[in-house]
Each structure stands twice: as C-alpha cells, then as structure tokens.
C-alpha cells in the first residue's frame, strides 16, 4: 500500500468508517470508473449519471481492497456515496443476512452448515429472503508475525501455533514453545471471534473453527494489532498479509513450517502452493436484490474489472484468472 493509502486507513479506522465522496498487473491504471447503468437498450440514449448510495461491511483483511475501489468509483460517480465498515466476516455477515447491507467483505466462504446450537449465515440469509453472489477477488497469505526485536521466532511449526493458541491453552512464556526460546511472557494479539481471519486460523491450526484460548488482546481493527505487536518485543499476533507489507518497519513475518520446512508469506509462495495452511481466498458478497439498483451493479462490475490494480496497490495477492474470470461471468449471469 502506499503512504497515502496508509493515511487513510488509519483516518477511516477511527472515523465511522465511511468513505467521503469526493484490476492486470499493477502497472495496470484502472478502468474508467465513469459509469452508468449496467445495461442499455440498443439505440436508446445514455442513462443519467450515477446516483444512490452503496453500504458495505465485512472482512478487515478485505476492507483495504474495498476501500480503494470505493475511491476511485467515486472519483468518476460523484453521486454516489460508497460507505465502507469492517465489523469482521462474520459480523458483516449479521447485517448482511439482515438485509442492512448491500454487500459482504469476507475472509472466509460464507458459513452453509447449521449446528444444533445455531443456524449457518447461508441459512439466515435464506430465512431472510436475502441471496447473494460469491465472487473471489484476491487471495491472502494470512501472515504470523512478530516485533522486530524478536530474534529468536524466526520460524514456528503448526503444531507449536496450536500449543500457543488453542482452547484451554497454559503456555504463557517463549521457551514453553521451545526450550531454546526465552523465558519471557508471551502476549498475543488477533482478531475477535466475529473476524473471519479468526475462522479461518483457528480451523486450519487449533482443528474447529472458534476454537481458541480467550486470554488474548482482540481487535477487529488490523491496524491495532500491529500497535500491539510493534509495542512489545514479546508479542505475536496474526493478521492479513496486506498489513504485514505495510508495516515491515515495524513488525516482521514468522515463516510457517507445516511439515515441509519453514516457508515464508509471499505472493511467490502463495502461488507455488508452498504456503500452508495460511494461503486463502477473499471474497465479495453482493446481493442479488441489491444488484438491480444500477449504483450497486456499477460498482460490482468496475470492482471485478479493476480489482488486480487494486489488489496489487493494497499489498494482497492477485487470484488466480480462472477464479476471477468465474467472477465475472457469475456477476454478468446475475445481471441479465
């Protein structure tokens, strides 16, 4: 990301997230966002200028992405207003599947299976009447990390981020990970249980998603938990890759040995498959229903066309073209 992104993360992360009106590789510029309804009948006259307002919430780790397309949508739509919020995938998911929304950011797929306890999101959606698109946008090497003072957690296996995470768990020191480590308290920073990056770690490390010890400092807001971790040599946390890159001179990534040597987050690893099991997909969840507003159709649409641009300005990782291009052909089906 770049300096100016990063001033207005931090401003939007503490100002009720709205965003004020004002895609290729990333030498791509952006398709003219000056747009108007997604369809014209042949021969009729242009449609009047864009109007509306489109409301989105979801994913912190998708959010950057989501912010920069709202931008520069803006800047070529000056009438309409594209408010942004980060409640986390699964708090998205409560107002999306509540009809309070027009589009989900998510860190993970939505949740389809009910349990005795409760009904899935797919579910209450359903229940609701609301459908929706899944439409992957980028993919995410979801990143450990560590203060730069650290100097001995330089690579970490699976199994000893379940010894520090799970339920239940009573590791409070370094060298109760490993001897070798010091004896130093451990303070661990990441996302609350209504963040789908919390699903995703806590499924692919502890075993069962939200399985997770609870004495830890949470946070919603990505940018905290690197000012918790930038603030204490002792601290580890977790979070979207995306924030990794743009903190590098404040925080540094631990390499992931999942069984096959230690193996580092990146856009190379990602895309050789060497990165597990913290590689995933990102994705957007628009509503059908919100989708026949020409505001909501025209955003989806610029945001599929450009998303690489900005995926690349944001510091994530470019999904694959079959995944994009299945993308796209689900958004111009649903706007027939």
């Known amino acids: 990301m770049t300096t100016s ?12 997230f709205v965003i004020a009106a004002c895609g290729g590789g990333a030498a791509t510029a952006p398709t003219s966002g000056a747009t108007t309804a997604p369809t014209m009948t042949p021969g009729a006259t242009a ?22 397309v709202a931008e ?7 009438g309409v207003k594209v408010t942004v919020a980060f409640a986390g995938t699964g708090g998205g998911f409560k107002r999306f599947c509540n009809n309070e929304t027009d589009m989900n950011d998510a860190s993970r797929p939505i949740k389809t299976a009910d349990t005795a306890d409760a009904k899935s999101e797919a579910t209450l ?5 609301v459908s929706y698109l899944e439409l ?3 993919t995410d090497a979801l990143s450990v990390v560590v203060n730069k003072n650290n100097t001995w957690a330089t690579c970490l296996t699976t199994a000893q981020l379940k010894l520090m995470w799970d339920q239940g768990s009573t590791v409070s020191t370094w060298n109760q990970v490993d001897p070798m480590f010091p004896a ?7 996302p609350g249980p209504d963040s789908g990056t919390f699903d995703y770690f806590t499924e692919v490390i502890n075993g069962k998603a939200k399985q997770s010890r609870s004495d830890y400092t949470p946070s919603e807001d990505d940018n905290a938990l690197v000012t918790g971790v930038a603030g204490d040599k002792d601290a580890l946390g977790y979070f979207g890759f995306a924030y990794l890159e743009e903190n590098l001179d404040k925080i540094k990534a631990v390499a992931i040995d999942s069984g096959k040597g230690c193996v580092e987050p990146s856009a190379a690893n990602v895309n050789n498959g060497t990165y597990k099991p913290l590689a995933r997909p990102l994705f957007i969840y628009p509503s059908t229903r919100a989708l026949l507003r ?9 945001y599929l066309d450009n998303v690489n641009t900005f995926v ?25």
């Not at 130093?184 to 990441?190: A, H, T």
């Not at 690349?312 to 027939?336: F, H, M, N, R």
Request: net charge negative; with cysteine; aromatic share 6%.
């Open 5 to 16: 992104r990063t001033r207005g993360l931090a401003l939007l992360a503490t100002a009720a």
């Open 184 to 190: 130093e308290p451990i303070k661990l920073f990441g």
């Open 312 to 336: 690349d300005e944001t510091g994530y990782i470019e999904a694959q073209p079959d995944v994009l291009a299945k993308s796209k052909a689900a958004l111009e089906a649903a706007l027939k």
């Open 125 to 129: 959606c359903k229940d609701a009447g």
């Open 72 to 78: 520069e949508f803006q800047k070529a739509n000056s």
């Open 294 to 302: 020409p505001e909501v159709a025209a955003f989806v649409r610029y």
């Open 136 to 138: 992957g946008i980028a």
């Open 47 to 68: 449609a009047a200028p864009l109007s509306g307002a489109v409301n989105i919430d979801g994913s912190s780790t998708v959010y950057p992405i989501t912010e920069a």
